[in-house]
């Protein structure tokens, strides 16, 4: 009688399954290409570059050859003030188009036509690098945000987009999500607050075409941490960031976070070797009392990887 019990109960799970896959494999399924690209989904597909993650272009997955985030306040062609600044992404000679700009039909119905007839985003040479934002334009009565390849309607060049910019508004948002994702950090920490009680403590949960374009979608595992999606709407400190990432227990005490401190590097901001053993000697004597106030932390040098980091953090995680 076990046994037979067995052989039914195998045959239901074996009938299921086969459902299952027959809904998978012939039911209706959406199509990215059907839902309109959201502002966020431009402006992650654009700041990011073509793949984020391991891919021929980057075998190590150490965050090179992306684009590169620049705020700015007056136009780097003619020098006029820019108000409010807005957000543009550089892609120098040879970095390679984000899947929006290669494949515009990814873009969604209006997006795809305005960003094509508008945006001129055909124009754009990958050998010569180029310069796009995210501009807003209308589409059967409705107002559409679209991409704009401003090398070609305003003139912009890379680099004296990178040169009116300043490293001051300059993000290597790009890279920071590729040490995002190569550090594991997805292990702990979701970028999807659920459809559920979620929007009270993490923020909204996403839009369909908030990920069009995005390569790939790393949504994250288990939420052994807080969602991070909106984190830098709770917390835009790069203080507290940088003092976070560097020993988690200056900010959080309890925190179960391992310590980033080797995406330091060897050098701190002024070129000053960091000595961590000592840093870690005086955190320790600070926990036991021996000093009133924790070491310094020092400041991250501008090719650090974890510059990188809080740039993607603070200026995408909004």
Known sequence: MAFRRHKFGSAGIGLMFGFSMCITLFGPSNDFRSGVS????????????RVIGFSYEDPTVSGDGKPITVILNKDP???VAIDPPIRAYVYKPGVKFS????HPELLGPGVEDLSMRDGKIS????SSGAVFTVSKGVFNDEEVDYIENASATRGWTPDK???????ANSRYVGKGKTIYISEGCWWCHTLLPE????????GQPPFLGDFNGEMPTAFGSDRKAPDILHVASR???REWMTMHFFNPRLVQPNSIMPRFDYLWGKQDANGNSIDFAKWRADYSDYLHGKRIYAPEVPEPARDSEVRALIDWILTSLK
Do not use: E, H
């Not at 899947?99 to 290669?102: C, K």
């Not at 987009?161 to 490293?167: I, S």
């Not at 459809?195 to 993490?202: E, S």
């Open 235 to 237: 917390n835009s400190s």
């Open 195 to 202: 459809q559920t009680q979620d929007w009270q403590m993490f």
């Open 99 to 102: 899947p929006g700009v290669n």
């Open 161 to 167: 987009t990178l040169r009116t910019a300043g490293d």
């Open 38 to 49: 959201t502002w966020v989904g431009l402006d992650k597909q654009l700041s990011l570059g």
């Open 77 to 79: 062609k003619t020098g």
């Open 123 to 126: 124009s754009a040479s990958m």
